[in-house]
């Protein structure tokens, strides 16, 4: 530890030490933990196992000014076709009014800590506690605010949310926090596009926490689409109890870093598990995926598909873990990671890993990085189609097979459009 | 009644390691302690040249800087490095004649199924005994000269052929690559030197046979193999110790050399001392290999990992020069409370450079097995193309068995393929065999070396035999 880095961690205290937080005792009491635990943490290093192939140097170096609440016109960041109740978070901040729906409770979580609604104080923080991760504590301790959804038992949500998550300004720093709670049965989707208007370097610690109750089904879509040199890191901790269905989709298309942290802890049986994910990196984006997959009882099934296509000087990281403890017999578990270099300044780091300590199970993980196959290609010419129509063909194919999982038909057309224009 | 796998883990349970034994050798041995007076002490007991010492006193320098690694999928207690003795040697006169040999050597061989008397040898395989810390006998060597071959122990090879030695030692590890290669590098006190001249194809094989008999010792051992251009070797490794209770401490460092077209083939058989059933004693095995490959050159190791209680080790392949091809075939076998980290790095920095890496992992009792692998292909490695496979077998449900691959890959003409699956022997496939007449103890028989016979078919012939029974031991109980 050396004296230049604590200055950095005392720079960035020092720049939160601003917001004051008008809470009841218990909340209080959980930021202070999270600030405890800050004392005993640094930023990683090169040697940082977790962090080896991610620099924070672009972050870290940094000097921030707090994200202030602003009205902003949402109308470029909707989905086009999309029926979707639409929640708005600007710098940390929840702006936009909400309309209640039937047995689902939606509110800013600072207006949900003041009303000490449902399950608020059962699950918050329960699951991002202790991880001694820096960036996690720097949102645990400081946060300011984001969405709270809480669906009622039973209850089938038709209409999917649409949190659409922006940050402004020039070296703005801000840390939204959501909590969604699906109770006993019931069903919903959620979209959360992470999207800027203008300014540079500006960064956002992003954290969300998801439970999954009994027989509950729950889809998390993410898009993250942030012009080229803003900075996010966002951690994903999801809990799921017995006979669940949680799924997850990310879609990373823009981001000059982009960390994303996810966690699953499957907690009981019966569960299925769903990852996909996609990033597509450009200029000299720096896009690091993390996911653990943390099989705590048996009959469990889980299936990670991740995919990048990397041009110009990108970078994409994946590292994924599937924990397989000794109570989970039967469990199913497959990891894929698929990886396309279209240049020689690109670099792609994959590091899919399996710990297994149950013998009756079945676990298999793949890592490819290549090219298109020259076959293929081949075969497309021969029917007529140009060489390089060809080559779109089968990159936007590989591209689009991530996300088939998006359930939602309006996020999956946008999807699509989104890749081929992003890819042209 | 019908024989199951029940039975059969009962058996792995009971099974006693059959090279336990110890010797009773006079030997020379140092007191324990590491100091740079310990390392000068080596030197001076080697008779060695001033660079050597030199050589050694700087890497005792870096490694008391150095902090014992830690990421390694393992946990053993703290080892104190200041409690163990780093020289022995069993008393032996100057110049060594087999007839002068001590006859409890002798028996040692005997039992251990080396056989050193050139006219009686099998199978014309060339050895070099190595016992504790020095080199004991090398056989065939006369022969071998007449094909310019040098193949001797490394303190003769410092004394015979220095510049061959000054040349090539620390390249491909160097002195601070990691703790344990610089605590070789400082104490180092024998191991065998092998040098194959430009075109010849080495008619035998070559082996060395490694023992720690003494407690409380550490041995650390060298090899150096530097094959000339277009030139061939096939190299065998293998490695026992007796049964102690407490751990004994194996740290050594193999360094390949590949000129310009030339084959090293480098097989281990390893099988310290695992401990017992409840974990207590055995090998800690902290091993660096690595070799380099030049223009057309090609390196395979193949290992077959059975013994030391924990092991930390990763032959490594850098694919320097173009069209180079790096192969890692590997059975790892752990049982009760053995712990395995173990895998390889290939490196690729030249163009059309290849790397196959197929490794099976088999865990039993309470053991836990890693296979920890990097495959990196440079900017510049154009067609650099990789195939990795790792399996694991676990056998109860107390033994984890886990993968760690690290794929990094800069340059768009790479092909990376890594798979791996992780099961248990499964119930259709013993029913498939049930069916067709086979019992089940012959099933788990059968489908156990199918599965590891990917990795025995690359041994020499001499080594698959004796790698089948190893397998046996760890896996099959008492049969055959």
Redesign the interface.
Known sequence: MTTAELTKKDTFLATFSALQFNEDSYFKGLRNDAKNELNELDFPTSKTEYWKYTRLGKIVNNTYTLGQPEKIDVSNFLIPNLDAQVLVIVNGHVVADFTSVDGVTVTSLSAAKKQNIGGLKKYFNTLSQNKKEIFLAFNNAFHTDGIYIEVAKNKIVEKPFHIINITTGNNTISQSRNLVVANVGSQVKIIESFVNVGGEKNFNNHVSEFVVAENAVLEYNKIQDKKETNFSIATEQIYQEANSNFTINTATFNGALVRNNLTIEVDASNCETNLNGLYLGKNKDHIDNHTVVDHKKPHCNSNEVYKGILDDESTGVFNGKVFVRQDAQITNAFQQNNNILLTDNAAAYSKPELEIYADDVKCSHGSTTGQIDEEAIFYLQSRGISKKGALKLMINAFAKDALEKVSIEALHTYVDNKIEQELS | MAYTEDDLKEELKNKEYKYGFTSEIESDKIPVGLSEGVVRLISEKKNEPEWLLEYRLNAFRIWQKMVEPQ?A?VRYPKIDFQALSYYSAPKMKGDVKWEDIDPEMKATMDKLGISMDEQKALSGVAVDFVFDSVSVKTSFQEKLKELGIIFCSFSEAVHNHPDLVKKYMGTIVPTSDNFYAALNSAVFSDGSFCYIPKGVRCPMELSTYFRINEANTGQFERTLVVADEDSYVSYLEGCTAPSRDENQLHAAIVELIALDGAEIKYSTVQNWFPGDKEGKGGVYNFVTKRGICHKNAKISWTQVETGSAVTWKYPSCILKGDNSVGEFYSVAVTNHYQQADTGTKMIHLGKNTKSTIISKGISAGHSNNSYRGLVQ?H?NASNARNFTQCD?L???????????????????????????????IGEDQIFYCNQRGINTEKAINLIVNGYAKEVLNKLPMEFAVEAQKLLEISLEGSVG
């Not at chain 2, 691959?405 to 092909?415: D, F, G, L, V, W």
């Open positions: 990421w999928h292909i900017k694991s676990l056998m109860g449900d107390q033994c984890g068995a886990h993968t760690f691959p690290y794929i990094e890959a800069k340059n768009s003409s790479a092909k990376i393929e890594h798979e791996a699956t992780t099961s248990k």
